[in-house]
């Protein structure tokens, strides 16, 4: 039987509340909602939910190496945003990581009514980490 594991990356701001940024079972992998945090000095990034998810997604690829994981390894994204009417801003970032023959994962989005710090974006991410 496969033991749960934490994951923790000092490449991502330290989370703010009590939870795990990253829980492992077997070769199944969940992140939790990150939303767009300054690495640096773990305030919410400015700039909407375009630079929002931006951010997002760079601190995702750079707790990836810290996780033992690639894109290649992203089963699904659930994007949840107070701003649906600024979704075409959430997507032009999503277009620009998967690009270029990254084969993007599946995808869920949902609008609600408010998130964490007072963001506009939160992702969560599952991984099914590849036997190779």
Known sequence: MDMRRTLQS??????RFHYSPCV????????????????????????GPGA?????L??????????GLTLGDLLIARIYTT?????????????TLFSG?????ARTSV????????ASVEIEFSFVKSSQ
């Open 52 to 56: 929002q998810t931006s951010r997002i």
């Open 58 to 67: 760079a601190n995702l690829q750079s707790a990836l190496p810290d996780y």
């Open 24 to 47: 492992a079972i077997g070769s199944t992998y969940q992140v939790s909602g990150m939303i767009a945090l300054d690495p640096a000095s773990g305030q919410l990034v400015e700039g």
């Open 10 to 15: 000092s490449a991502i701001a330290a989370p």
């Open 111 to 118: 609008g609600v009514s408010a998130l964490p710090l007072g």
């Open 83 to 95: 701003r649906f009417d600024a979704f075409a801003e959430i997507n032009a970032a999503w277009e």
């Open 101 to 105: 023959g990254l084969i993007p994962p």
